[in-house]
């Protein structure tokens, strides 16, 4: 699943847009440096998320950064590429589903399922598109639930989702789409496959005047045309369902909105339905949910339900740590007091006390007082004695 990052989040170097004039830039664009008070918050979101997945039976894999290039692949396009030795094409990993299901195939051939795995790692992308903001190295954490595809297994990953962003206090509601909806909506009207992929990110991104004009093109009736801009205003909560059964008249349409209706019934909470949703039709094969968090226009979260090579059922939903990172950066408590311990006794004696103690490196008060200072730090400690760490000069 493929939630990532923003382009640039608390505490890290920012990101140019180009390399600046005159010499080379440190780092290549769409990579960043992640400073100590981000990269303290992004490892301890991972680790509570870990926890979360864990105690939902969720176990940890790791694949390889490495992978077989493969036309094949859904990332095939903006994958990173570099040749080995050998003279095969190796690609740099740039999502995580097709990799965890690679595994699945190699090593639990015979599951037992459902099989629930979680991962945790980096990815990279060569291209800087709208969908990523502008990063091509960026971490997610994610989850898989496969082998099983079925009203239940569905509102789990919900549940899941839910259960993890209020573990890390970032306020998002889930928003469900389904877009094999809106192709069976379009089946039912007696559009070609070929007119139907034209309008399908027309619909996901609720441009009228783009449905108007394809419309026009492919000289569809005014009560054609009606039912197309009637999917892009298919958002909202529960009615949206009873909205949707009006357009609703083939057997496919029918069956995703009862589908959706169970996962609402067996939800336990607050839902918004966006129906109009459509965005890769050709790889998501059922519903599909992201999470926005306040202040951010790329989505926190976002999974859904696809099929592993060999038809092999499976779900899951991905959280970019970046993301994340920046949502939660205003509601974070401050970090423990960071004191200079001068010996080992009063650095075990702040540590217990739950602060940071950094060590004296030398003798020269001067020299630790300067340091201090530039550190911000205020107190010292000896053994079990406590001073304030002196001016400069003092």
Do not use: C
Request: cysteine-free.
């Amino acid at each position: 699943m493929r939630p990532v990052s923003p382009s640039a989040a608390p505490g890290s170097s920012p990101l140019p847009s180009r390399p600046a004039a005159g010499p080379p830039a440190h780092i290549p664009e769409g990579t960043r440096d992640v400073l100590p008070p981000e990269w303290a918050q992004r490892e301890a979101l991972r680790a509570r998320l870990a926890g979360v997945f864990s105690a939902w039976g969720y176990r940890g894999v790791e694949v390889p950064a490495l992978e077989y290039a493969s036309a094949a692949h859904p990332q095939d396009a903006l994958a990173f590429k570099l040749i080995d030795s050998g003279g095969q094409v190796l690609a740099l990993r740039s999502e995580f589903t097709t990799a965890v299901g690679r595994l699945v195939r190699s090593r639990f051939p015979a599951g037992p399922f459902p099989l629930r795995l979680q991962y945790s790692g980096r990815l990279w992308l060569r291209a800087l598109t709208s969908e990523l903001g502008r990063l091509r190295e960026f971490n997610q954490v994610g989850v898989e639930l496969i082998g099983v595809d079925t009203v239940q297994s569905d509102t789990e990953l919900l549940q899941l989702a839910a259960a993890a962003l209020r573990d890390v206090q970032v306020g998002a509601q889930l928003e469900v789409g389904y877009p094999g909806f809106v192709d069976a909506v379009l089946a039912d009207e007696g559009l070609s496959a070929t007119a139907r992929e034209e309008l399908h990110s027309a619909i996901d991104r609720k441009s009228g005047a783009d449905v108007d004009l394809l419309a026009r093109r492919g000289g569809l009736g005014a009560g054609v045309t009606g039912t197309l801009h009637a999917l892009t205003d298919l958002y909202g909560g529960p009615e949206v369902l009873d909205t949707a059964a009006g357009l609703a008249r083939g057997e496919r349409a029918q069956a995703a909105l009862s589908h959706l209706r169970g996962v609402s019934e067996r939800f336990g909470g607050p839902l918004l339905f966006d129906l109009g949703v459509s965005r890769r039709y050709d790889y998501y094969t059922g519903l599909t949910f992201r999470a926005y968090a306040p202040g951010l226009n790329q989505p926190v979260l976002g999974g859904g339900r696809y099929a592993l090579e060999g038809g092999l059922p499976g779900a899951g939903f991905a959280m970019g740590l970046e993301r994340l990172t920046r949502a939660i950066a205003a509601t974070l408590p401050p970090e423990p007091e960071v004191v200079l311990a001068l010996d080992l006794a009063g650095a075990e004696h702040a540590r217990a006390a739950g602060l940071f103690a950094e060590l004296a490196w030398t003798e020269n008060r001067e020299e630790l007082a300067r340091f201090s200072r530039a550190r911000g730090i205020r107190r010292w400690i000896q053994g079990g004695q406590w001073s304030a760490a002196p001016e400069v000069g003092a």
